[in-house]
């Protein structure tokens, strides 16, 4: 009898150490493990200016720099600390700046949309192209974002992906949507906007008109 009890122990320790632990795996499971989106759904956006070198000729001086990601509402979205520069001195005369998309090594004209304020507590930009039909062009797909984000103690991230990763960068689910963007803040740390965040965002921008506010004329001065 005493040998069938410890026939039975040792076959029970064997399926615990087969199956693991199930409280880890639990745990695991509950754990929602997002990784930075892959670099063909990521975007350059640049903010340069323009000086007079010694010799007379304009030389470009870029001054800011972040990565983003195509959006239905801002042709891109991207971090404020890229464009803080530019706001800041947006009004000075003697500086000429300007806002700019890599995709794929070409660079296309684009303006930062001025939505009342920034950041909004948010530290995000909208970007969008100079030209309206550029979007259509280029044909880029947006990245959707999550419906249901889990709560920030629950979403892991692997440190050595977030030390490769620039901010304005999505990180993804296993569905691929976005998940978290990878910001940075006025005082230097990196944080992540959560959906939620983001959609905030996109309510005060999808507000704010995208190009230029065109005055109608009255009809007495055609």
């Not at 990565?67 to 800041?88: M, R």
């Not at 999550?146 to 901010?167: F, L, N, Q």
């Amino acid at each position: 009898m005493k040998n069938r009890n410890v026939e039975l122990m040792i076959w029970a320790l064997a399926m615990v150490l087969s199956l693991g632990n199930p409280t880890h795996a639990v745990a695991q499971d509950a754990q929602s493990v997002v990784h930075p989106a892959p670099a063909s759904n990521i975007i350059t956006v640049t903010v340069s200016e323009l000086r007079r070198a010694s010799d007379g000729q304009d030389k470009e001086v870029m001054i800011a720099q972040a990565a983003g990601f195509p959006n239905d509402t801002c042709d891109v979205i991207t971090t404020f600390d890229v464009v803080k520069s530019f706001e800041e001195r947006q009004t000075w005369k003697n500086i000429r700046q300007k806002v700019e998309v890599e995709i794929d090594g070409n660079r296309y004209p684009a303006r930062f949309r001025d939505i009342g304020f920034y950041p909004l507590g948010l530290n995000l930009a909208c970007i969008d192209f100079d030209s309206p039909q550029l979007r259509s062009q280029l044909q880029l797909s947006a990245l959707p974002l999550e419906d249901d984000s889990p709560d920030v103690s629950h979403v892991s991230y692997d440190d050595v992906e977030i030390a490769k990763s620039d901010p304005g960068t999505p990180f993804l689910n296993q569905r691929g949507e976005i998940s978290s963007v990878l910001i940075a803040t006025p005082n230097g740390p990196l944080e992540f906007a959560s959906p939620q965040d983001i959609r905030r965002f996109l309510n005060a921008a999808a507000g704010s008109p995208s190009g230029p506010i065109l005055l109608r004329r009255p009809l007495s001065s055609i």
